[in-house]
C-alpha cells in the first residue's frame, strides 16, 4: 500500500510539475482548425463587408481559414448571446459595430453581459455615415433639407435597418439635433432598406459609406452630409454636418473584434496580432479607402483600446436612448 501511495504522490506531483507548460504548448498550437468568426447581420451589409475583408486577411496571417458566419436578429444581439454561448478556446470571435454598446442600454433583459462575457480583441476602423435620400427629394443641400423635415415632418419617411442598427442610432440622434420626429420605418436589414430608398418607398436614410458611397457616385441616391467632422476622402463635395447647420454632431461606426470570456490571453494575443497584420495589408487598406473609411492605428487595434473604447460608448449613447424612451424590448 506504501509503494502505491508514493507511486500516487510521486504522479501528482509530476502533474503537477508539468501543468504550467501545458497552455504555452496549446497555445503555441492555436489554430489548429477553421476559426469561425460571427457577423450579428446579414450578408451584404456593410459590417459583413468589414469581415470578409478581415476575415481573409486574418486567415492568411493564422494559416488558418477564418470562415464568416452571419447570425442576424435583434439588433445584432442574437449573434452576441450566441458567441457569448461558445467555447472559450479561440475557434469562436466576433465582429460587431457600435450595437455592442448600445445594446446595453437598448435592451434591458439581454441574454449576457455586454462587457463581462466578452474578451476583447481591438478596434478594427471608424466608419463615417451618411445622410442620403431618394433622388428626387426636392432639398438640394442640408440646410435646406432641415427646413424640409420640420415643414414636413408627418410626411417624412425615415428608413432603418432594424432597433440597434447604426442607421437606427443615427436616425435617432439625426433628429435629437433637429428636435423633431419623422415617420420610422423599421427593415430586417440594410438590403431592404436601402432596396426601398433607391425605389423611392422612403425618403432618407442615414447609413455606414460603406454601403453608400458606390451608391452616391453611381446617382442612384441624394447625398446631404457626412456625420464625421472631417469630410471623407471618398466622397470630398460631401459637406459635413457639423458645417451645414448642426454644429457638433458627429456619429461614426466604430467596429470592434472580440472573444468569448475565459479566451487564454496568448490566444487573444494570436488574434490581436492577426488583426493588427490585416489592418496594414495593402488590399484591406485599398478596399477600406474605396469604402470611404480606413484601418485604425495599431495602438487601437489592441484588447485594451477596445475595452475602455467600449466603456465609454455605452456611457455616452445611455443618454440619448433614454431620452428618446425606445427600447428593443
Not at 492568411?60 to 472559450?88: D, M, Y
Not at 439625426?174 to 425605389?199: C, I, K
Not at 494575443?269 to 490585416?278: E, F, H, I, R, W
Amino acid at each position: 500500500m506504501k509503494q502505491v501511495a508514493v507511486a500516487l504522490i510521486g504522479a501528482v506531483a509530476l502533474a503537477g510539475i508539468a501543468s504550467p507548460f501545458a497552455k504555452p504548448v496549446q497555445a503555441q498550437d492555436y489554430p489548429s482548425k477553421p476559426i469561425t468568426m460571427i457577423i450579428p447581420f446579414a450578408a451584404g451589409g456593410p459590417t459583413d463587408t468589414v469581415g470578409r475583408l478581415l476575415a481573409q486577411s486574418m486567415g492568411n496571417t493564422l494559416k488558418q481559414q477564418v470562415i464568416v458566419e452571419n447570425v442576424g436578429g435583434a439588433g445584432g444581439t442574437v449573434g452576441a448571446a450566441r458567441v457569448a454561448r461558445s467555447p472559450a478556446d479561440g475557434y469562436t470571435i466576433f465582429l460587431h459595430h457600435i450595437g455592442q454598446a448600445t445594446s446595453a442600454t437598448l435592451y434591458r433583459k439581454l441574454p449576457y453581459d455586454t462587457i463581462n462575457d466578452f474578451e476583447a480583441v481591438g478596434l478594427v476602423t471608424d466608419v463615417p455615415m451618411t445622410i442620403v435620400a431618394k433622388g428626387d427629394l426636392a432639398p438640394k443641400d442640408m440646410k435646406e433639407l432641415i427646413a424640409y423635415v420640420k415643414a414636413n415632418k408627418d410626411k417624412v419617411s425615415y428608413g432603418n435597418a432594424g432597433v440597434g442598427a447604426a442607421s437606427h442610432l443615427c436616425g435617432l440622434m439625426f433628429m435629437s439635433a433637429l428636435q423633431t420626429q419623422m415617420t420610422v420605418v423599421s427593415y430586417r436589414g440594410t438590403g431592404p432598406a436601402m432596396n426601398d430608398l433607391l425605389g423611392g418607398q422612403i425618403d432618407l436614410m442615414c447609413d455606414q459609406t460603406t454601403n453608400t458611397t458606390g451608391q452616391i457616385k453611381g446617382g442612384k441616391i441624394k447625398a446631404y452630409g457626412v456625420t464625421t467632422k472631417t469630410k471623407v476622402p471618398s466622397l470630398p463635395d460631401l459637406p459635413t454636418l457639423d458645417s451645414s447647420g448642426l454644429p457638433g454632431f458627429e456619429v461614426a461606426v466604430w467596429h470592434g473584434v472580440y472573444a468569448p470570456k475565459g479566451t487564454s490571453k496568448p490566444v487573444i494575443d494570436k488574434l490581436a496580432g492577426a488583426l493588427q497584420a490585416a489592418l496594414k495589408d495593402p488590399a484591406v487598406v485599398t478596399r477600406f479607402a474605396e469604402l470611404g473609411t480606413e484601418p485604425v492605428s495599431q495602438d487601437k487595434a489592441t484588447p485594451a483600446a477596445l475595452s475602455a473604447h467600449l466603456k465609454a460608448e455605452i456611457a455616452k449613447w445611455a443618454p440619448v436612448i433614454k431620452a428618446a424612451g425606445e427600447y428593443a424590448d
